[in-house]
């Protein structure tokens, strides 16, 4: 079986349930499935099981390996994660940290190190930033090289939370084109994302979560409509169709 695989998990916090018997559509390889929904839903949380940072019950499985059972090293090789929220306090400048990101799952080692953590910040746009301190760089900035850091080890699967939030337009234009050029590589991409204007854009499949549960999925015009939007998430929104076929939503209030 090819993909990411995620089946009846279920989590909790303390004795808190979180998570319930969460089964998604199979992921495959090529497709960007952007996760939605409400504050709290459980996406970030997902992501976390996906990622095996956090206890689960249930099965996550990669190409029909239980992610769960894999070797640390092997599975930080296998999948890219992108936090919601970025560490501060380091001492690195911004081509130190992408190597420290590299090694941690593979044996590239000096000058092949260097220079692979160079293209992938070239790649992205912010070569210019490799000798600036990770501490001075701005939100946004620091939000891409968080991305760098998450491609660096060219994962299979790469788990990306609200990878947008600080960015500019332009940056969050070349952000999404970047995850369809990641997934058009082979891999299998992740992404939460709040804005649904942009995930009916650049999203294969719309995985809508809802209190700990899968609430519906299919590709964004299947899943963005009036009525599941009023329902899910309390807006009034109107969905239209362009010429391409992609739609755009527009929300115009509460409920
Ligand atoms: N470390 C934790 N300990 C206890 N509860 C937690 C922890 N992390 C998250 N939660 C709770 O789990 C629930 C789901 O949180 P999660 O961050 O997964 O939601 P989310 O859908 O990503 O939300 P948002 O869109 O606001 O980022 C929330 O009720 C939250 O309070």
Not at 97 to 118: H, T
Not at 208 to 225: D, K, N, Y
Request: hydrophobic share 45%; proline share 5%.
């Amino acid at each position: 079986m090819t993909g990411l695989c995620v089946s009846d998990v279920s989590l909790h916090y303390g004795p808190r349930p979180i998570l319930h018997g969460l089964t998604l559509p199979d992921l495959k390889p090529g497709e960007v499935t952007v996760l939605a929904g409400p504050n709290a839903a459980g996406k970030s949380t997902l992501l976390r099981a996906i990622a095996q940072l956090a206890p689960y019950r249930g099965n996550i499985a990669l190409d029909g390996e239980d992610l769960a059972r894999m070797p640390i090293r092997r599975r930080a090789r296998l999948i890219g994660v992108m936090p919601q929220t970025l560490p501060s306090g380091s001492s690195l400048v911004v081509l130190e940290s992408v190597i420290a990101a590299l090694r941690a799952g593979s044996d590239a080692l000096g000058l092949q190190a260097d220079e692979k953590a160079m293209a992938v910040l070239e790649r992205l746009g912010i070569g210019d930033l490799a000798m600036e301190p990770l501490d001075q760089l701005s939100g946004g900035q620091r939000q891409m090289v968080s991305l760098a850091q998450a491609i660096v080890r060219d994962p299979r699967v790469l788990l990306l939370d609200e990878p947008t939030s600080a960015l500019d337009l332009a940056r969050q234009v070349r952000l999404l084109g970047e995850l369809r050029a990641l997934a058009a590589e082979g891999r299998i991409v992740v992404a939460v994302l709040h804005d649904l204007a942009m995930a009916a854009q650049w999203a294969d499949r719309i995985v809508l979560m809802h209190r700990g549960a899968l609430h519906s999925s299919g590709q964004p015009a299947t899943v963005l409509t009036p009525d599941l939007l009023a329902q899910v998430y309390g807006v009034r929104a109107r969905v239209e169709r362009c010429s391409q076929g992609r739609i755009t939503v527009m929300i115009d209030g509460e409920v």
